[in-house]
Structure formats: structure tokens, C-alpha cells
């Protein structure tokens, strides 16, 4: 039987949690992991350091921003 793409059946969510709550789950943990342009030198290393603050390695730049998606069209720099 083939796998679909978007797989909501994480590790360690099981029947008993329900089906909404695997969805939601799913979506905040692909829109969290997902690759990001760095908005100062164009890397794909930009990612979160903790809940709100998001970072890049190569050039050093910080952001404040969501807890689990950052709004870089937003951004002023």
C-alpha cells in the first residue's frame, strides 16, 4: 500500500490523542522544521534557536519573531 505525502501519524501519537489533534500536530511540526532563507545573506540555515528567536549561523543573524514560523517579508532590516 503506497504512503501518503503528508503523513499526520508522528512517533508517539497514537489512536488515543484523535485525529484533530494529530493534524494540528503535523502541520505545527512541518511549518517549524521546514527550510528557511536567511533574509540577510541568503543561506538555508536560518532556524530557531528558541521559542521566538530565530538565527542564522553564517552571518550571525537574530530575529524576534513567532513561536513557530517567522514572517520574513515582514522583516526591516
Known amino acids: 500500500m503506497p504512503r501518503k505525502n503528508k503523513s ?3 512517533k508517539g ?7 484533530t489533534v494529530r493534524k494540528r500536530y503535523g502541520k505545527v511540526y512541518r511549518t517549524l ?3 528557511r532563507r536567511c533574509p540577510s ?3 538555508l540555515r536560518f ?3 528558541a521559542a521566538g528567536i ?3 549561523p553564517k552571518c550571525s543573524f537574530k ?3 513567532g513561536a513557530y514560523d ?3 517579508e515582514k522583516l526591516q532590516i
Open 63 to 65: 530575529v524576534a519573531s
Open 8 to 10: 499526520t501519524a508522528l
Open 13 to 19: 501519537h497514537g489512536v488515543k490523542f484523535g485525529a
Open 54 to 56: 530565530w538565527a542564522c
Open 41 to 43: 545573506c541568503g543561506s
Open 70 to 72: 517567522v514572517d520574513t
Open 33 to 35: 522544521h521546514k527550510k
Open 47 to 49: 532556524s530557531r534557536l
